[in-house]
């Protein structure tokens, strides 16, 4: 997927002292390359929408300072992306914006340690663990001037199908994207054939498996426009489980591969849902149960 | 403030196991109640938006999973509720929702064991901090039948002016909070005397006051209608430090004192100030200073 992606950088420390420090210049870095092709300044733009995996979202809250855009900071684990997007989309929409910045961040070693272990201890990975992306996507929104268009948005229900290991993630989210693609299908009368890509993500190869066997029960089977983002970012590269995850597996997924493809026509029309886990190392110690959501948006030429 | 609030729970456990658990009760109490006394069902609310303190917000992602209502997970530390007003307001306003659903929920025990320590150590508490408000406030957003309007929201920027100690946290946000009173009046041409009452909060007693330095220096004094929610809700109660913090702070002196007195008429129009610290206990480990943030609605009726 590299070369989808409008910066690549060798060192994922970023020359940082901590791995948090390392994040932040990823989202830092993403947000001036969108306000450089669009020839923005911040002080132009209306509303920063942003979050990240981090406890109390300090990847965005830290770039926001820096920014200095009135801040909506959100949270939506790794359904953020298309969360922030759908809320830019709707406050310029509404008239309340006139240029909104949505983005969102992950990385391998700060969600490691947040959420596992520090990578250090070197734990061996569940055969059904996914690997966090490191990096960082941001988009902006305004009511003219882009290649693609935010159509509709479907933001999600939280289910929770009663999945209580945190290496199940793909599985557990896969209920709540049949419901978020049932629901924006059923609310725009469309079928799944209507979008040249539908791409969830982060489910991985055994969530997105269990996605095609749920759409099927519900009698709305996706083809072969059906891809999943946390697939499709490493490849199946050797040491990445099941596939990539994280705030920016989407965005990466999305402003990257799909964005750009559907600026050179290869796209027309992309239904992009991303799944997100909403628990936390807390929740789960505690035995809960892990609840899950997916937000979609339409993108359109 | 007792005598504000529609429901006073004797145990702050709410009988349940953890306090994580008690504080998902607080949040999920609030919102039947005002689903009760508005007569709406669940699933004629389009949106639900809503935050809490703890990581990745699981009070709110708990409660969502309950209600069943597409929900907006938000994080704006103690400013949250009024970001959700903003938010829910915005929606409606520009007929994507006909009814939106905000709420909130902070915990002493939660939040002291998060961010601090648990208080089964017994750790002396600074004369400078502030005490975590348990409770929860929801407001239910319509286009009409409410008896309050929220005519106008300011989001705010993240302000940062170098702050480390986490036991400051009020007069690390009185700057945020000049900012964001600053540019609502400058926005809507309006002067502080055009409110019959402005509430920061949770400012606490040092904060507040650096605020009404803040505000004399820029010109724009603040006069006998300001107060702080912070050091309203405790009414200076022994052991509650400079006054109240969490959440749940602003939403209870919102939802419960400044609303019930604006549905009595003693009060027609009251700006709103929510402040919020917008650290981690990582960053604060990491000698990293205080971004902060207020968020702004103007309630008339």
Not at 142 to 152: A, Y
Not at 185 to 192: E, M
Not at 261 to 269: A, K, L, P, V, Y
Request: a negative charge; glycine letters at 12%.
């Amino acid at each position: 997927m590299a070369r989808w992606f409008d910066e690549v950088v060798p060192d994922d420390m970023f020359g940082e002292r901590t791995a948090e420090k390392a994040e932040r210049r990823f989202m830092g870095d993403a947000v001036k390359i969108v306000l450089k092709q669009a020839a923005v300044q911040p002080q132009q733009v209306d509303y920063f929408i942003a979050g990240d995996l981090l406890n109390q979202i300090v990847t965005a809250s830290f770039v926001a300072e820096d920014l200095g855009i009135p801040f909506i900071g959100v949270y939506g684990a790794c359904s953020t992306s298309v969360q922030g997007l759908a809320l830019a989309s709707a406050l310029v929409d509404a008239g309340l914006a006139n240029l909104a910045l949505a983005a969102t961040s992950s990385h391998y070693q700060t969600a490691e340690r947040q959420f596992r272990y520090p990578i250090e201890l070197n734990i061996q990975r569940k055969s059904t663990s996914q690997y966090t992306a490191t990096g960082a996507g941001a988009v902006l929104v305004g009511q003219s001037g882009g290649k693609v268009k935010i159509t509709e948005a479907t933001l999600g229900r939280v289910i929770d199908m009663g999945v209580k290991d945190p290496n199940q993630m793909g599985p557990a989210m896969a209920p709540a994207a049949a419901d978020t693609i049932f629901n924006h299908l059923a609310d725009t009368g469309r079928d799944p054939g209507f979008y040249d890509v539908i791409i969830t993500g982060d489910l991985g190869s055994v969530g997105s498996e269990i996605l095609l066997e749920l759409m099927q029960r519900r009698g709305v089977p996706l083809g072969g426009n059906y891809a999943d983002g946390g697939v499709l970012l490493f490849g199946g590269v050797r040491g990445t489980g099941v596939g990539g995850s994280g705030c920016a597996c989407s965005a990466l997924i999305t402003e990257g591969f799909v964005w750009k493809r559907m600026c050179n026509g290869e796209i027309g029309r992309a239904l992009i849902v991303a799944t997100g886990a909403l628990l936390s190392p807390l929740t789960w110690q505690q035995g809960e149960s892990v609840p899950c959501i997916a937000n979609a948006v339409a993108l359109q030429l």
